[in-house]
């Protein structure tokens, strides 16, 4: 059974730039999570996806927008990144909506 | 609204024990525990809820008051392997998962 998995590992953009961030889901997980953990905080839901819908989002500006695969990876796209998008952004697969949430390494962004 | 855990952060010798608290100003539907150590992704540790049991396996276990709106986590007989800050996780009737403020536990030996 293959865990989650996010690419890249680190990113380094500067401010207005676009980033796409990617995930690839648990085996037999049908539903993404994406989450904004800033330094020394906890997860901060984005929004979520589940069978290629978004399923409900975070207090995130429309610029974070995301999409979902039928085979149920995911991408997180944010545009014209701000200083304050430098996190840590993880994604989270499971297999209903939020139940035993099981979390990728992560992909640490950093803007300058 | 962000669920508020206490303490903020916790101190222990190997084999002592610990208390963490998740209290939510919503009506919960579940809790679900975490831990992360330091540069890693968060892992699940258990889920409780409405209505369910207290759960728990070996030395960690918790308790959910569905009235109180809150979740208490229990570490007994710590371990170095403990440390790490732990979170909370409350799902209201939106179904999406919101995290606590996290708490901050050291084991030392």
């Known amino acids: 059974e293959t865990g989650v998995t996010q690419s890249p590992t680190h990113l380094i953009k500067t401010r207005g730039q676009q980033v796409t961030l990617r995930c690839s889901s648990q085996s037999g997980h049908n539903t993404v999570s994406w989450y904004q953990q800033a330094l020394g905080q906890g997860p901060q839901f984005i929004f979520q996806?589940?069978?290629?819908?978004?399923?409900g989002r975070g207090n995130f500006p429309p610029r974070f927008s995301g999409l979902q695969f039928p085979n149920y990876s995911s991408e997180l796209n944010v545009n014209a990144l701000e200083l304050d998008d430098s996190a840590l952004y993880l994604c989270?697969?499971?297999?209903?909506?939020?139940?035993?949430?099981?979390f990728g390494p992560g992909t640490r962004l950093t803007v300058l | 609204q962000q669920p508020v855990q206490s303490p903020q952060a916790v101190i222990l010798r190997e084999g002592e024990d610990a208390v963490i608290n998740c209290s939510s100003s919503k009506a919960l539907y579940s809790v679900h525990w975490y831990r992360q150590k330091h540069g890693e992704a968060p892992v699940f540790l258990m889920i409780?809820?409405?209505?369910?049991e207290q759960k728990g396996h070996e030395k960690i276990s918790a308790s959910f008051n569905e009235k109180k709106q809150q979740s208490s986590l229990y570490l007994t007989a710590s371990q170095l392997s403990y440390s790490g800050t732990y979170f909370c996780g409350t799902e209201g009737n939106t179904d999406k998962l919101i995290f606590g403020t996290g708490t901050r536990l050291q084991v030392f030996p």
């Open positions: 989270a697969s499971s297999g209903r909506t939020t139940n035993e949430q099981f």
């Open positions: 996806y589940y069978r290629e819908e978004e399923n």
């Open positions: 409780l809820l409405k209505g369910g």
